[in-house]
């Protein structure tokens, strides 16, 4: 390795493929860098796509990885499997902290070496200034809802150092991660009869009962008031992931001359990258709102097959109802009728075969006012008569002076 001090400068690593500007580093004159976007990978909305770099020095040995942001959602009060997504594509992991995501990276990038072993972690965490900018960007992102508590900002970078062998050759491997996580909480009060209950030590064992219907139950101090989590997710978002691999016997020159120097200056997107991004969030926001669009009109065309239906259900019903109403008043009839047929039997045997076979065709006489019969398909008590029009209904009906009210045939 040459002696000579490494000069370092900010650069802008454009896509060979598209010519494109997608990010900005700080790194050594003279190394070599290429750019690899996985549009296919979607990261979450502020990172639709992954990218990554990697900056070789000039002699192959040293190699500087950067990999863009992720972003997670791990909901407490739904299960999910790792990596599944919602809408929006964002997705859900159990992500616990930096550490932990890190214990389980490596391994994954560090496939096939021997030896694996973590030397040396050190804590890279920015200041209490940014600590609270960014917990004041969280409440102005998620509003001024009092029933929406951001509980806490969690920010915590680290740089972690591991020794390995590759081939027999002894490397170090410095890794850089910031973790951002904002808890969300929406609160909603538990019933006042409840809460009323909950410190009155006559009421304990029945308030404590009601209080197993409301999961996360817990008395705020500062709202003074008995509330219980309605919903709660935590947002996570891994930024800043850097990493240097090196030959053993460079490493401690190469992490303070090299990559310290890349890890404080930061990485940005540059504008090609944050167009580009915009424009795919824009084309996935349009296709999430068509999706949600047709989902819509999907719910209301079966909405509306089940309401004809229904309908249709109904109109059935309502037939069958007309239909036993009309036998059970026909048999009615007919026992009445049955009851005086000692008095005329062909007479009656006659009216009886004339009544079932008006029921069975849905028929109903009616007498005019100069006795004429009127044989109507219907099953209404009444009718009403103009010219040679007829008009039912099951209930009395004025149609005006030039219509002539049928009587109902009396048998």
């Keep these: 390795m040459s002696s000579e001090p490494i000069k370092m400068k900010q650069v802008t690593l454009k896509e060979a493929e598209t010519g494109k500007n997608m990010i900005i580093q700080t790194l050594p004159e003279g190394w070599k860098s290429t750019v690899t976007t996985y549009r296919d990978r979607y990261r979450g909305r502020g990172q639709p796509f992954l990218v990554t770099t990697k900056t070789l020095s000039p002699d192959g040995r040293t190699a500087i990885f950067y990999n863009s942001g992720l972003h997670y959602r791990d909901d407490h009060l739904e299960s999910h499997k790792d990596y599944s997504t919602d809408l929006y594509g964002i997705l859900y992991r159990k992500i616990l902290t930096t550490e932990k995501y890190l ?19 050190s804590d890279w965490s920015g200041n209490a200034k940014k600590q609270e900018e960014l917990r004041q960007k969280k409440e102005k992102e998620y509003g001024d809802d009092p029933n ?36 969300i909480a929406i609160w909603r009060d538990i019933p006042y009869l409840i809460a009323a209950n909950l410190n009155n030590p006559f009421m304990a064992d029945i308030s404590q009962l009601a209080l197993q219907a ?11 008031k008995w509330i219980y989590t309605l919903s709660y997710y935590v947002d996570w978002t891994v930024r800043q992931i850097l990493i240097m691999d090196v030959p053993e016997k460079e490493s401690q020159q190469m992490y303070s001359s ?4 890349a890890v404080n200056a930061g990485t940005g997107y540059a504008d090609d990258l944050l167009k580009e991004r915009d424009e795919m969030q824009q084309a996935r926001d349009k296709k999430n709102q068509a999706k949600r669009e047709e989902l819509s009109r999907q719910r209301d065309a079966k909405r509306a097959e089940e309401k004809r239906a229904r309908d249709a259900e109904e109109a059935r019903r309502e037939r069958d109802r007309q239909t036993r109403e009309k036998l059970r008043q026909t048999q009615k009839e007919i026992d009445e009728i049955r009851r005086s047929a000692y008095e005329n039997t062909q007479k009656t045997q006659a009216k009886v075969r004339e009544m079932w076979g008006d029921t069975i065709r849905g028929d109903t006489r009616f007498v005019d006012k100069y006795g004429d019969e009127h044989v109507i398909h219907t099953y209404d008590n009444y009718a009403y008569k103009s010219g040679s029009t007829y008009v039912t209904s099951d209930s009395p009906l004025d149609h005006g002076w030039d219509w002539e009210e049928l009587e109902k045939k009396k048998y």
């Excluded at 020794?163 to 951002?180: H, I, V």
């Design 258 to 261: 090299v990559f310290l120097p």
């Design 148 to 183: 929406t508590v951001i509980d806490r900002v969690y920010r915590k970078g680290i740089v972690q150092e591991y020794a390995f062998e590759r081939d027999g050759y002894p490397r170090r491997r410095f890794y850089s991660c910031l973790l951002e996580a904002t808890e």
């Design 214 to 224: 409301y999961p996360y139950a817990r008395y705020d101090k500062q709202l003074r």
């Design 103 to 121: 214990e389980a990276r490596v391994p994954q990038d560090l496939k096939g070496v021997t030896n694996l072993r973590l030397v040396k972690q």
